[in-house]
Structure formats: C-alpha cells, structure tokens
C-alpha cells in the first residue's frame, strides 16, 4: 500500500490544522493506522492510531484532548485533525500502515512504529508563537 500524507503548513500557536493520509494499492479498510512525528533532533514519536473499523483510538498523552484521528474508510483516506497547537507540535508528520491487522489491538502495540510496514513520504508542520 502507498501512503500520501497532506495538509501540514505553517500556522500560528494555538490553531489549527488538519492532515490527511491518503493510501492506494492495498486494502485500506484492513489496515491499521497510524500517525507519528518527528522533530528535529529527536526520535520519531507516536502520536495517534485508529484501528480498521474506526472503532477504537490511541493518543500520545501530549496531544490528548487536542487531536482527533478519523477515518474514512469509502475514501481511503485516514485524518488528524490538530487544534490547539503548541510550539512544541513542530515536527514532520507520518502516516503509516498496519498490514497485519492483530486480534488484540492494544495500547502498547499501536504505539510501536515497530508494528507498521507502510510508511507516507511526511508532512512538515510548523507552530510559530
């Protein structure tokens, strides 16, 4: 599956901002998915995942009640949509795919970018004060 991720620009603190994660080539309702980033200097980060049915979400503690992670699974198309952002939000965004679909889908495993094959080209977003 190829992954295409969008929507990252430069915006001032405290806005707001939506990305997309566009995928071909696979079955995109199968899969997992996930978003991470990765700041200058620093590891990449987790920062949500959505399992295939959409019916079950992870967050990162540090964007808890800020971002959203949705799927359209008709459009093949996952989103994250980001309000409130903070300086420390700068980073390149990547989606990535899950093409194993595990029964247990938990926490922990969502977390490990370990657990995804998949991975969109990275989005740059930038929060200026």
């Known amino acids: 599956v190829q992954l295409q991720a969008s929507g990252g620009g430069l915006v001032q603190a405290g806005g707001s901002l939506r990305l997309s994660c566009a995928a071909s080539?696979?079955?995109?309702?199968?899969?997992?998915m996930g978003w991470f980033r990765q700041a200058p200097g620093k590891e990449r980060e987790f920062v949500a995942a959505?399992?295939?049915?959409?019916?079950?979400?992870y967050y990162a503690d540090s964007v808890k009640g800020r971002f959203t992670i949705s799927r359209d699974n008709a459009k093949n198309i996952v989103y994250l949509q980001m309000n409130s952002l903070k300086l420390e939000d700068t980073a390149v965004y990547f989606c990535?795919?899950?093409?194993?679909?595990?029964?247990?889908?938990?926490?922990?495993?969502?977390?490990?970018?370990?657990?995804?094959?998949?991975w969109g080209q990275g989005t740059q977003v930038t929060v200026s004060s």
């Open positions: 990535a795919a899950d093409l194993e679909r595990p029964t247990y889908y938990t926490g922990s495993y969502a977390r490990s970018s370990r657990n995804y094959d998949s």
């Open positions: 080539g696979g079955i995109f309702s199968y899969y997992d």
């Open positions: 959505i399992r295939w049915s959409g019916g079950v979400t």
